[in-house]
Nanobody, 126 residues
Framework: QVQLVESGGALVQTGGSLRLSCAAS???????MGWFRQAPGKEREFVAA????????YYSDSAKGRFFISRDNSKNTMTLAMNSLKPEDTAIYHC????????????????????WGQGTQVTVSS
């Protein structure tokens, strides 16, 4: 199974920006990928998804307009650019890869059907 490793999490002030990266140990060029987050005491929630080619993306309402997901299949990487960060964005951010190539395979997937990274902590101070 391809291993996923996230990086880029940090402590940032409200209104700041961060860029998260997800590096895959192998090719996922045929697989949709996405980002989820889990805040303390809350359930994991979907943030953004991107299809196999990078041409189709999908965002949660909270991410729409502030976050931008992209991927580089030649480098086996995916990124999440986060802008205008708010304290409520504080969470552990996990990248995930689906078994198929469309964004629906991320958005509607059961967690057990996704390949997960360990996560990176994002903390937004008020």
């Amino acid at each position: 199974q391809v291993q996923l490793v996230e990086s880029g999490g940090a402590l940032v002030q409200t209104g700041g920006s961060l860029r998260l990266s997800c590096a895959a140990s192998g090719s996922l060029s045929n697989n949709a990928m996405g980002w989820f987050r889990q805040a303390p005491g809350k359930e994991r929630e979907f943030v953004a998804a991107i299809n196999w080619s990078g041409h189709t993306t999908y965002y949660s309402d909270s991410a729409k307009g502030r976050f931008f997901i992209s991927r580089d299949n030649s480098k086996n990487t995916m990124t999440l650019a986060m802008n205008s960060l708010k304290p409520e964005d504080t969470a552990i951010y996990h990248c995930a890869a689906a078994r198929s190539g469309d964004t629906g395979a991320i958005v509607g997937a059961l967690p057990v059907n996704l390949n997960w990274g360990q996560g990176t902590q994002v903390t937004v101070s008020s």
